[in-house]
């Protein structure tokens, strides 16, 4: 059984846990026990979070795959959450796969699904190009940082 061919991400690689089930590739997700499909999106998911876990520190058991949550009465999915150590959100990730644009449609969907979380940070990647904002509450704006923090100051710059 062979990898599907996704292109490079602008992230480091990641041996990925496969196995082949009804005719589909899956790929193990730690962070939800689970074997899922491996779809582009997936490739990104599995490569971004083992970075943020790895690189910047995030601990796994405070991140979350695929949260449910209602907006505006329709149940949507979160791809990534972040906790905080107080066990609310600080970060909601979305995905697309590689050679998907990140465009205004793909920051709108991440605000409607913040609606319902209120979470400090918002990141959205396709692997390849990684924007991250920092929602202001007291003062209804937001303002994109040239680099997604690492867990520790994530937290600090939460208790100032």
Known sequence: MREKPFPRLNLPAVPLRLREEDGAIKTF???????VTLTPE????QHFTAWLRDAKHYPASLMANEIGIDVNGTRKRCDTV???KDGKPVVIVEYKAPDVAVNQAVFDQI????????ADYLVVSNGINHYCCVIDYNSGTY??????PDYTSLNN???E
Request: glycine residues 4%; aromatic residues 16%.
């Open 82 to 84: 972040i906790f905080g």
């Open 29 to 35: 997700d730690p962070l939800r026990d689970k074997y």
């Open 143 to 148: 303002h994109f940082i040239p680099e997604i």
């Open 42 to 45: 997936e490739f990104v998911r």
């Open 111 to 118: 605000v409607r699904y913040n609606l319902a979380l209120h």
């Open 157 to 159: 710059s939460r208790s």
